[in-house]
C-alpha cells in the first residue's frame, strides 16, 4: 500500500503488516518477510516520480555551460 507521510512524500507500507521497512535486495518486508509485488514497486515508483515533479517546479536549473565547455554537474 502508498500512503503519504506528513510531508506529503509517498510511502510503501507492507499490505500484510503495514511495515514501512522493506529489504531491497529481495523485495521482501523486514517484519513478516511478505514478498512485494513488481507493480506494487512499480506503482510506488510512480508516486515518487510524480511527487519529484511536484518538487522540481519551483527549483531553478542552473544555466548550461558555453558549448565546448564541460557540464560541471
Not at 11 to 35: K, P, V
Amino acid at each position: 500500500m502508498i500512503f503519504t507521510n506528513p510531508s506529503g512524500a509517498p510511502e510503501l507500507a507492507c499490505d500484510e503488516c503495514g511495515c514501512r521497512w522493506f529489504d531491497r535486495m529481495t523485495n521482501r518486508c523486514y517484519e513478516c518477510g511478505a514478498d512485494v509485488p513488481a507493480e506494487h514497486i512499480a506503482e510506488f515508483e510512480e508516486a515518487l516520480r510524480q511527487f519529484a515533479e511536484t518538487r522540481n517546479t519551483h527549483v531553478k536549473q542552473p544555466p548550461s555551460p558555453p558549448e565546448g565547455e564541460p557540464d560541471p554537474r
